[in-house]
C-alpha cells in the first residue's frame, strides 16, 4: 500500500522526467550557442568539453529510462497490495462488529439480571452450608465410619475364613470322590471277577463236581492208570487231588473204591511229591506204607483202606484205578 504522500512524490518525479527532453533541447541550444564563429583558438578543448557533456547527456538519459522502467514495475504490486489491505481490513471490520454485537447482548444481559437476587439466593446457601458444618459432628461421624470399617473388616474376614475352610472342604470332598471312584472301580473288578467264579462254580456244578472246602472235586466213573488218570483231570481243567489237612482226608475217604492221587516219587525213589510240585509234609499212610511192595515200582499212591484214617498206599503207576480230580477255587 502507498500512502497519498509517496504518491505525490511519485508523480512529481516522473513530471521531471517528463522535462528532460525539453531541457536536453536547452542543453544542445546552449552547446550551439558556444558554436559561434568566434571560435576560440583551444578548439581541441572545446570539442573535449562538448563531446563529455554529451556522454554526460547520455548517462543520464540510461539512468532516466532505467529509474521509469523501475517505477512503472511497482504499481501492480502496489495494487495487489492495497487490496489485501481492504480485504483484511473488511475482515476486521466484520470482527469488530461481531463484538460489538456480543458486548451489547452481554450489556442487556447485565443490564436485566437480577443482582441482588442472586447474590441473596448465594448467601443463603453459604449460610445452610455454615449451619450444617457447624451441626455436624465431626467426631461422631469419624466413629460411626470407624466402625463401620471395622464391621466390613471383620465380615471380609469372615467370608476369607469362610472360603478357606469350603476350600478344605472341597478338596477333602475331591479326595474322598477319588477314593470311592477307586474303590467302586475295585468293587466293579471285584464284581466281575466274582461273577467269572459264579459262572464257573455254576460250570463245575452242573458236570456232577462237588464242592469242599474251596474246591470242586470229581470221582471219576472209568478206571485208568496213574497218568491218564491225571491227564483226564488236566483236561477238565484241574488236577489230581492233593490232601493238605485232615479235614480232606476224610473228606476222600467217603468213597469206597481205589482211588488215585495226586501224589508219586517217580523222579526219585523215596521223595514223595505233589503234582503242583510240593514236598510231601503232612501224610496219612496206611500202616506198613508205603513199602513199594515187593519191589514192584509202586511209585503212585491211592486211598486204599477207606475204613482207616490213614489210608493212603503206594501202588504200580500203570495199575488201573477210579481217580479223583481237585479244581481249586
Ligand atoms: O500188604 C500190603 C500190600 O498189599 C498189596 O500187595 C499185596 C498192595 N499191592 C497193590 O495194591 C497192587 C501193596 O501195595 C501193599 O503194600
Ligand atoms: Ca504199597
Keep these: ?36 564563429p568566434a571560435a576560440a583558438p583551444g578548439m581541441k578543448m572545446y570539442r573535449l568539453v562538448v563531446v563529455s557533456f554529451g556522454l554526460l547527456c547520455i548517462l543520464q538519459a540510461a539512468l532516466n529510462i532505467s529509474l521509469r522502467l523501475t517505477l512503472f514495475s511497482q504499481p501492480n504490486s502496489l495494487t495487489e497490495e492495497r487490496d489485501e489491505m481492504k480485504r483484511i481490513y473488511l475482515d476486521l471490520e466484520a470482527g469488530c462488529n ?23 439466593n448465594l448467601t443463603e446457601e453459604r449460610d445452610d452450608l455454615k449451619r450444617t458444618l457447624e451441626n455436624y459432628d465431626l467426631e461422631a461421624g469419624c466413629n460411626n465410619l470407624t466402625e463401620e470399617r471395622d464391621d466390613l473388616k471383620r465380615t471380609l474376614e469372615n467370608y476369607v475364613s469362610q472360603q478357606n475352610s469350603l476350600t478344605e472342604e472341597r478338596d477333602e470332598m475331591k479326595r474322598i470322590n ?21 459262572e464257573e462254580y455254576a460250570h463245575y456244578l452242573q458236570q456232577g463236581w462237588v464242592y469242599f472246602s474251596g474246591s470242586f472235586y470229581r470221582i471219576s466213573s472209568t478206571m485208568k492208570p496213574w ?14 487231588m492233593i490232601i493238605n489237612s485232615q479235614e480232606e482226608q476224610d473228606f476222600s475217604r467217603q468213597y469206597k473204591n481205589i482211588i488215585w492221587i495226586g501224589l508219586m516219587d517217580r523222579d526219585t525213589e523215596g521223595e514223595w511229591t505233589w503234582v503242583d510240585g510240593t514236598q510231601l509234609t503232612t501224610s496219612f499212610w496206611h500202616s506198613g506204607e508205603p513199602n513199594n511192595y515187593d519191589k514192584r515200582n509202586e511209585d503212585c499212591v491211592n486211598i486204599n483202606h477207606h475204613d482207616h484214617t490213614n489210608s493212603w498206599n503206594d501202588a504200580p503207576c500203570e495199575n488201573e484205578y477210579f481217580w479223583i480230580c481237585e479244581k481249586k477255587m
Design 1 to 36: 500500500m502507498v500512502s497519498l504522500e509517496e504518491e505525490l512524490e511519485l508523480s512529481m518525479t516522473y513530471e521531471n522526467f517528463e522535462d528532460v527532453p525539453a531541457r536536453k533541447a536547452a542543453s544542445r541550444r546552449s552547446v550551439e550557442d558556444f558554436n559561434v
Design 98 to 120: 461481531n463484538l460489538t454485537e456480543e458486548r451489547d447482548d452481554l450489556k442487556r444481559t447485565l443490564e436485566n439480571y437480577d443482582l441482588e437476587a442472586g447474590c441473596n
Design 178 to 198: 477319588l477314593d470311592l471312584e477307586a474303590g467302586r472301580n475295585l468293587l466293579t473288578e471285584e464284581n466281575h471277577g466274582l461273577k467269572r467264579t459264579l
Design 227 to 240: 497218568q491218564d488218570s491225571r491227564r483226564d483231570c488236566q483236561q477238565r481243567g484241574a488236577d489230581l
